[in-house]
């Protein structure tokens, strides 16, 4: 059980919009910067989205992030059958004295 | 251009240590940042086993904490993963990567699967 909650799968046609959700609360992403990565099938996570809606150099901008209280949402428009993969939310967590890094449990991304 | 490279045994034995090192090239670790390991069990998410700081200050995940140690070592410009008493829990893809103490992780290695079984 991750402590972020994404939706298992989202799915759209190519040339269309999705959403990718991350829940949380208020001592991790209510009070922290979120990251976004998207895994390719077969390897290793790339950044998409650091400290809430920057995008590193080098990812288009058709990848958006934004945050509104305890959730953070990552945007993708003009699908392409090449963004087909899973995407993870990640964020700090502060509900134990020592503080923790927390990921998304995960959302695989189909575009149809 | 950042690059990190694990390395280190595909099979270990339950109850042994299982120990990984990456290789970072093209930045100094000196520099700054934290370098993180985490890990990804077959099929499942992603979860961070801990980081270091060039200056040997580390931050590990609670849930392991009691099992793992990070190293640097700064004259081979790479930095090392001890994680005791595995079991076949811990057989996962390892990865290693820059950590913006924990804001993000960019970028990461290739990372390499470790397999805990007898």
């Known amino acids: 059980q991750s402590v972020l909650t994404q939706p298992p799968s989202v799915s759209a046609a190519p040339g269309q919009k999705v959403t990718i959700s991350c829940s949380g609360s208020?001592?991790?992403?209510?009070?922290?910067?979120v990251s976004w990565y998207q895994q390719l099938p077969g390897t290793a996570p790339k950044l998409l989205i650091y400290?809430?809606?920057k995008r590193p150099s080098g990812i288009p901008d058709r990848f958006s992030g934004s945050k509104s209280g305890t959730s953070a949402t990552l945007g993708i428009t003009g699908l392409q059958t090449g963004d087909e993969a899973d995407y993870y939310c990640?964020?700090?967590?502060?509900?134990?004295?020592?503080?923790?890094?927390?990921f998304g449990g995960g959302t695989k991304l189909t575009v149809l | 251009q950042v690059q990190l490279q694990e390395s280190g045994p595909g099979l270990v034995k339950p109850s042994e240590t299982l120990s990984l090192t990456c290789a970072v090239s093209?930045?100094?670790?000196?520099?700054?940042?934290?370098w993180g390991w985490i890990r990804q069990p077959p099929g499942k998410g992603l979860e961070w086993i801990g980081s270091?700081?060039?200056?040997?200050?580390?931050y590990y995940n609670p849930s392991l904490k009691s099992r793992v140690t990070i190293s640097v070592d700064t004259s081979k410009n790479q930095f090392s993963l001890k994680l005791s008493s595995v079991t076949a829990a811990d057989t996962a893809v390892y990865y290693c990567?820059?950590?913006?103490?924990?804001?993000?992780?960019?970028?990461w290695g290739q990372g390499t699967l470790v397999t805990v079984s007898s």
């Open positions: 990567a820059r950590d913006r103490r924990g804001a993000w992780f960019d970028p």
């Open positions: 093209g930045y100094s670790i000196s520099s700054g940042y934290y």
């Open positions: 270091i700081y060039h200056s040997g200050s580390t």
């Open positions: 400290e809430n809606n």
């Open positions: 208020s001592s991790n992403i209510g009070n922290n910067y």
């Open positions: 990640g964020t700090w967590d502060s509900s134990l004295s020592a503080g923790n890094v927390v």
